[in-house]
């Protein structure tokens, strides 16, 4: 039950990595994680990549663009929410202290999406969905199972997102269980002194199946492992990493995972 074939609004629904390299990337994620995929064309020399898993996509990778590269943007993971409504969240956005990075745009007969940044300094995608709603599987071994925003100012992201997409929240000890129509939708983290320059960010989590195995692979196939593996009492193991182009992801061997009902 970790299929998925509608998400509600304000739900995470999909994550993609934008790659200066990507031929090795692929490789990475598709040994790591043993998924599959399908490339697809997406105009101007350019293939968008999606990853399967289990016979439904799973998340997705792109070539970093010119432009990109010109600007030295590195390898990174990008996070998208499902929304009703693109256009309509929009003014919301800015009427909020967030600005819209670009869009909204149609993807072909996909979906149509925005990017925005929020007044914190983290950028997420909205995504509306027509013939793609996002990830068809979620929380299992393989799958995207956690989104997590790393931010210095974790008050004004939480009144941003409430006004925007109506979540609301769980506060713990140093951190911020994000709830979304009654379910767990991802979490806020307050950074400190020790995360040094890193800029504010949104990253998702992988299920692994065992914490130390999934480190070790992470390495063998040359990635890194920045942090980790640390545990959470009564959540699981996590480990902080990167894909050999430099892109950060989380790795998570949970205690007990969510089903999904819809």
Known sequence: MYTVTKYPHGTFNWADTSSTNSAAAKQFYMDLFGWGKTDIPIGDGMTYTMFQHQGQHVAAL????????E??????WSCYVAVDDVDALLPVVTANGGTIIFGPM??????RMAF?????????????ARNHIGAGIVNTVGAMCWHELLTRDAATAKAFYSAVLGWEYNDLENYTDIRNRGRSNGGIMQMDESFGETPPCWMPYFNISEINAGVARVKELGGQVHMGPHEVPGTG??????????????LLQPFQIDTWEE
Request: aromatic letters at 12%; glycine letters at 8%; proline letters at 9%.
């Open 106 to 111: 149609d993807v072909f007969d996909s979906g």
């Open 71 to 76: 600007q030295n943007i590195p390898s990174h």
């Open 237 to 250: 193991y996590w480990a902080l990493a990167t894909d050999p182009a430099g892109a950060h992801f989380y």
């Open 116 to 128: 925005i940044m929020d007044p914190t300094g983290a950028a997420l995608g909205l995504w509306q």
């Open 62 to 69: 792109s070539e970093a663009t010119p432009e990109a590269l």
